[in-house]
């Protein structure tokens, strides 16, 4: 039986595996630009998080009807329930898809369908969280939270993705702000391949309760101690730090030393189709490679629900 875990940072578009991508495309009429499903892995490797994106943004070209965002969802939640995770707050890109010509009521609806009977078929519970791309305008966000207006009662926070460096949080004040207003919970990509400055910008300038990779705080003994002293989670993902080169190799992941400094740490899974593993797998790499204990290992489990938008005792059920 696997560690029950939540998981806290998931892009559902980066869950979209080869075999999946080519059935849509011919669903759909799309044409992919690989022969077969092994032609695109090959296309898997990446040399850094712009070279990835290029390709994320590329595939979802298949994605066009809501079934097509049911299929997409429900994939990817029974294969995270086999890898024991028992609830998962899942990103997801409007902006990529209205750039398309795909609404956001075809988005979000097409995602509920998997997403609102996910406890009853996968036992997951789930969350949702519309992110906003930080390489278009902060004009274009506020325009996007607008048109999230109609489904806010799905919608349970905002994070920010896609290529940090050079879009500071800062960027994204008054969206940030106006989505507080909202009630919405506030989490944001920093310091993947930004620098540490970031993380304390998405700390006091768009208030986030979490903050997603937040690696690089360890080249910042202050901040980490900050982090410390404020228990803000990292949702760090090793394997996509491996594969997006954030890090050398796996054995120089900073995880040890992070939980050794009494981080609130959790292990997640990012773009699994894309970086090698679903959130089990990213478990059991970082045991296998950075030889973390059965007790630390626990430890990451329970931080993961700690670190969750469940209520308290929805989070003592789902653990
Ligand atoms: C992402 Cl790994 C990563 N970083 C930033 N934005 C993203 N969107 C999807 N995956
Ligand atoms: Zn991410």
Same mark, same amino acid.
């Given at each position: 039986m696997p560690l029950p875990i939540a998981e806290l940072h998931l892009h559902i578009e980066g869950t979209l595996e080869p075999e999946l991508a080519f059935e849509l495309a011919a669903r759909n009429g799309v044409a992919l630009p690989y022969a077969d499903t092994d032609a695109l892995r090959e !296309?898997?490797?990446? !040399?850094?998080l712009q070279s990835f994106l290029d390709l994320y943004y590329a595939l979802?070209? /298949?994605?066009?009807t809501e079934r097509d965002f049911e299929d997409l969802a429900n994939a990817y939640l029974a294969r995270a329930a086999a890898q024991g995770v028992r609830h998962a707050e899942i990103f997801f890109d409007p902006q990529a898809h209205l750039a398309r010509g795909v609404g956001m009521e075809t988005v979000v609806e097409g995602l509920w369908r998997a997403l609102g009977s996910s406890v009853q078929n996968h036992g997951v519970s789930t969350r949702l969280i519309l992110c906003f791309l930080r390489d278009e305008s902060a004009e274009s966000a506020l325009a996007t939270l607008d048109a999230a207006t109609p489904y806010l009662d799905r919608i349970t926070g905002i994070g920010l993705d896609s290529a940090e460096v050079g879009h500071p949080p800062a960027k994204f004040r008054e969206v940030y702000g106006k989505a507080a207003a909202l009630g919405l919970r506030r989490v944001a990509h920093a310091g993947e391949e930004g620098p540490p400055e970031y993380i304390t910008e998405a700390l006091d /300038?768009?208030? /986030?309760?979490r903050i997603d990779?937040?690696?690089?705080? !360890?080249?910042d003994p202050e901040l980490v101690e900050r982090l410390v002293r404020e228990r803000i989670p990292l949702t760090l993902c090793p394997l996509s730090n491996v594969r997006l080169r954030? /890090?050398?190799?796996? !054995?120089?992941?900073p995880l040890p030393a992070l939980l050794d400094a009494g981080l609130l740490c959790t292990v997640n899974s990012d773009d699994p189709a894309y970086f090698g593993g679903y959130a089990g797998d990213n478990l059991d790499a970082v045991r296998d490679t950075?030889?973390?204990?059965d007790e630390r290992l626990r430890e990451l489990a329970r931080n993961s629900f700690l670190a969750s938008f469940l209520e308290d005792d929805e989070e003592l059920r789902a653990r």
């Open positions: !296309a898997y490797r990446f !040399a850094d979802m070209a /298949v994605l066009r /300038v768009l208030g /986030v309760e990779h937040g690696l690089r705080c !360890a080249e954030t /890090v050398d190799t796996l !054995a120089d992941h950075l030889g973390l204990s």
